[in-house]
Nanobody, 128 residues
């Protein structure tokens, strides 16, 4: 059974940085589209960033492009989301999701249903 576990969420000040980590049990992130999504009570789930572990290609939401970086660590088989220059509007629960056997298309972030496996989420709070 595939389980995804996120960690690294915390409370930071406006302009601060955090690094989220996603690891999997019962699965390896080989040839997988791995995405980070976020959700608040007021908004629908929003795709933030995704990486194709097969070729290293990435996609980002416009709202985070230039501030967030997604990466895959082969040695530890983890996917990271480095978040810099955080803003209060980045406050949300962040979820890791995986679509095994796929490359991320340019529209991957718009189709959460394409991701088969999801973690439980980690809370990120950015104070103004």
């Amino acid at each position: 059974q595939v389980q995804l576990v996120e960690s690294g969420g915390d409370s930071v000040q406006n302009g601060g940085s955090l690094r989220l980590t996603c690891v999997a049990s019962g699965y390896t992130f080989s040839w997988t589209c791995v995405g980070w999504f976020r959700q608040t009570p007021e908004k629908e789930r929003e795709g933030v960033a995704a990486i194709s572990t097969g070729d290293g290609s990435t996609v980002y939401a416009d709202s985070v492009n230039g501030r967030f970086t997604i990466s895959h660590d082969n040695a530890n088989d983890a996917v990271y989301l480095q978040m810099n220059n955080l803003r209060p509007e980045d406050t949300a629960i962040y979820f890791c999701a995986a679509a095994p056997g796929q490359l991320c298309g340019v529209g991957a972030l718009a189709i959460p249903a394409a991701f088969r496996n999801w973690g439980q989420g980690t809370q990120v709070t950015v104070a103004s």
